[in-house]
């Protein structure tokens, strides 16, 4: 059984009309104004929005912190019992 690739799309296939292969650049002009156009677009947070992101964001790493500490403490003192053969000193 033979396979064959079929696509929907002539842009998988064809350059658009126009494009040398993608080798036109944009000056900085045009792109500070589709860099602007862009940023019109986005959906900034609220002030609470923006509160609560940060409050969680916060809780998370002090938890890892915590988490990664207990790890760093219970290893080091397993490590220090397999070598020392006493971990009260």
């Given at each position: 059984?033979?396979?064959?690739v079929?696509?929907?799309?002539?842009?998988?296939?064809?350059?658009?009309?126009?494009?040398?292969?993608?080798?036109?650049?944009?000056?900085?002009?045009t792109?500070?104004?589709?860099?602007?156009?862009?940023?019109?677009?986005?959906?900034?947070?609220?002030?609470?929005?923006?509160?609560?992101?940060?409050?969680?964001?916060?809780?998370f790493?002090?938890?890892?912190?915590?988490?990664?500490?207990?790890?760093?403490?219970?290893?080091?003192?397993?490590?220090?019992?397999?070598f020392?053969?006493?971990?009260?000193?």
């Open positions: 059984m033979r396979w064959q079929v696509s929907d799309t002539p842009a998988v296939h064809e350059p658009r009309e126009g494009s040398r292969g993608g080798d036109k650049r944009t000056g900085p002009t792109f500070y104004r589709q860099v602007v156009a862009e940023l019109r677009k986005v959906v900034w947070p609220t002030q609470e929005q923006l509160r609560t992101y940060f409050i969680v964001v916060m809780v790493v002090i938890v890892m912190m915590a988490f990664v500490s207990m790890l760093d403490l219970a290893f080091g003192r397993l490590v220090f019992a397999l020392t053969g006493n971990s009260n000193q």
